[in-house]
T-cell receptor
């Protein structure tokens, strides 16, 4: 295992509520990523981080914010969840030559 | 921008060969990747090919790269029921971040 865990693994929430997903790594890797997976779209990059307090946007960043106050934790926040943000969210860390993925967090916004 | 396309579904009989195809519009990627996602899990790196190679073989897996046609394929010989999964091709965009195809669901019938 690459030492990457996501929490929560499943969450159901209502439109307009804030949601935070957590990604924790034990590998001390510099780069961390948040993707969302939707049928017919594959994985799309939301945000990524290249170090503590260093983050940047991906291709589908609208409606999401991230924070990285420690090397091991990368948080994804939906300030006001919408139904279009119902998805499976994957965190990934960049190791030598490949990305290692977490198990995913399934979010349902009603 | 860059685009990576895959067919969404492939069904084969156990013991047959499977060929999963991927086309892309542009790539400065040094490596091109195939990831496998089993049900309820994250993605795992299956194999990859260096961009200056035409073919790479790894046990039952054969990766073919046609740079002229911008076509990447993954052949699985003697397909087993355990190979049932979603397969993603991925390559680096001009920003250096990985872009994933939509994923091909491989169904293996006994």
């Amino acid at each position: 295992d690459a030492g990457i865990t996501q929490s929560p693994r499943h969450k159901v929430t209502e439109t307009g509520t804030p949601v935070t997903l957590r990604c924790h790594q034990t590998e001390n890797h510099r780069y961390m990523y948040w993707y969302r997976q939707d049928p017919g779209h594959g994985l799309r990059l939301i945000h990524y981080s290249y170090g503590v307090k260093d983050t940047d946007k991906g291709e589908v960043s609208d409606g999401y914010s991230v924070s990285r106050s420690k090397t091991e934790d990368f948080l994804l926040t939906l300030e006001s969840a919408t139904s279009s943000q119902t998805s499976v969210y994957f965190c990934a860390i960049e190791g030598p030559g490949e990305l290692f993925f977490g198990e995913g967090s399934r979010l349902t916004v009603l | 921008g860059e685009d990576v396309e895959q067919s969404l579904f492939l069904s084969v009989r156990e013991g047959d060969s499977s060929v999963i195809n991927c086309t892309y519009t542009d790539s400065s990627s040094t490596y091109l990747y195939w990831y496998k996602q089993e049900p309820g899990a994250g993605l795992q790196l299956l194999t990859y090919i260096f961009s200056n190679m035409d073919m790479k073989q790894d046990q039952r897996l054969t990766v073919l790269l046609n740079k002229k046609d911008k076509h990447l394929s993954l052949r699985i010989a003697d397909t087993q029921t355990g190979d049932s999964a979603i397969y993603f091709c991925a390559l680096a965009s001009n920003t250096g971040k990985l872009i994933f195809g939509q994923g091909t669901t491989l169904q293996v019938k006994p």
